[in-house]
């Protein structure tokens, strides 16, 4: 059974501060990871992905893949309260997009 | 270049009843993958489409299915509804099957099944 694991939260961070967002997979086969951030009654929007080992940047998004522990983060820096969403960490092997449930970000002004 | 639409937005049925609901791909990409989401269980994947043929499917009844045309769009259709298939059903398209290919998600369809 392919599971992609994230603390439900909500995880409360102060505006400007660091969020960090972490998720675990079980599957050694999956090949990239995808970070969506959803809206309340809005579908998943694509934030980035990443396949290789280390850090990938986009702006004030870093993603971090670390397949030997089978740990992938999302930092967000600068958060501001329009960050305030859902994020979903999902894994895809060969076929098919596993999700997580996500994690709840609040960012208070 | 659109987006993924569907169609329609939303929908009220009755238990017993079927229903029908479609997805546009973005232009270009031929793999569509349907979800459902619920609060409870998140996104779960029930199956996915790539030259009109089924090419993955998740642990659903066979009460659920689906179909992609010659044109890339597709149709998801659930017989003999049950309240527990109220939920958001995405779709999301991509230019091809698996790998490294991002998954972009349509606005998505709320089913209400009373």
């Known amino acids: 059974q392919k599971e992609v694991e994230q603390n439900s939260g909500p995880l409360s961070v102060p505006e400007g501060a660091i969020a960090s967002l972490n998720c675990t997979y079980s599957?050694?086969?999956?090949?990239?990871f995808f970070w969506y951030r959803q809206y309340s009654g809005k579908s998943p929007e694509l934030i980035m992905f990443?396949?290789?080992?280390g850090d990938k940047e986009d702006g004030r998004f870093t993603a971090q893949l670390n397949k030997a522990s089978q740990y992938v983060s999302l930092l967000i820096r600068d958060s501001q309260p329009s960050d305030s969403a859902t994020y979903l960490c999902?894994?895809?092997?060969?076929?098919?997009?596993?999700f997580g449930k996500g994690t709840m970000l609040l960012v208070s002004p | 270049k659109a987006g993924v639409t569907q169609t329609p937005r939303y929908l009220i049925k009755t238990r017993g009843q079927q229903v029908t609901l479609s997805c546009s791909p973005i232009?270009?990409?031929?793999?569509v993958s349907w979800y459902q989401q619920t609060p409870g269980q998140g996104l779960q994947f029930l199956f996915e489409?790539?030259?009109?043929?089924?090419?993955n499917k998740g642990n659903f009844p066979g009460r659920f299915s689906g179909r992609q045309f010659s044109n890339s769009r597709s149709e998801m259709n659930v017989s003999t509804l049950e309240l527990g298939d109220s939920a958001l059903y995405l779709c999301?398209?991509?230019?091809?099957?698996?790998?490294?290919?991002?998954?972009?998600f349509g606005p998505g369809t709320r089913l209400t099944v009373l």
């Open positions: 999301a398209s991509s230019p091809t099957m698996g790998g490294y290919n991002e998954q972009f």
């Open positions: 599957d050694r086969g999956s090949q990239s």
């Open positions: 990443i396949y290789s080992n």
């Open positions: 999902a894994g895809r092997g060969y076929s098919t997009l596993t």
């Open positions: 232009s270009g990409h031929r793999s």
């Open positions: 489409y790539f030259s009109e043929t089924q090419r």
